[in-house]
Nanobody, 115 residues
Framework: QVQLVESGGGLVQAGGSLRLTCSAS????????MGWYRQTPGKERDLVAL??????AANYGDSVKGRFTISRDNTNLYLQMNKLRPEDTAVYYC??????????WGQGTQVTVSS
């Protein structure tokens, strides 16, 4: 089992920056991939960024490439968000997949970008 807790969301003006943190606990040594997804009301959860825990290779959603950066240390996953736009407003979820392909989600953190 893996537990994920997000923090760092909030209200920011367009063009500003925020850094999200996902604190992971439990069987974190079994995690193969970690990442961030986001969701707005009435829409599906979309990929923001995903990275391997073994190679640190990362993939980004097209709308955030060049603005967001995913990184991690032993127990935390981060999402540095720069040049934020109103369309980045969403609930951001931390995500992890372990060796048994079991998926885990955090409770989400709200990011609101004002114009």
């Amino acid at each position: 089992q893996v537990q994920l807790v997000e923090s760092g969301g909030g209200l920011v003006q367009a063009g500003g920056s925020l850094r999200l943190t996902c604190s992971a606990s439990g069987s974190i040594n079994s995690v193969l991939f970690m990442g961030w997804y986001r969701q707005t009301p009435g829409k599906e959860r979309d990929l923001v960024a995903l990275m391997s825990t073994t190679t640190t290779a990362a993939n980004y959603g097209d709308s955030v490439k060049g603005r967001f950066t995913i990184s991690r240390d032993n127990t935390n996953l981060y999402l540095q968000m720069n040049k934020l736009r109103p369309e980045d407003t969403a609930v951001y979820y931390c995500y992890a997949v372990d060796e048994e392909r079991t998926a885990y989600w955090g409770q989400g953190t709200q990011v609101t970008v004002s114009s």
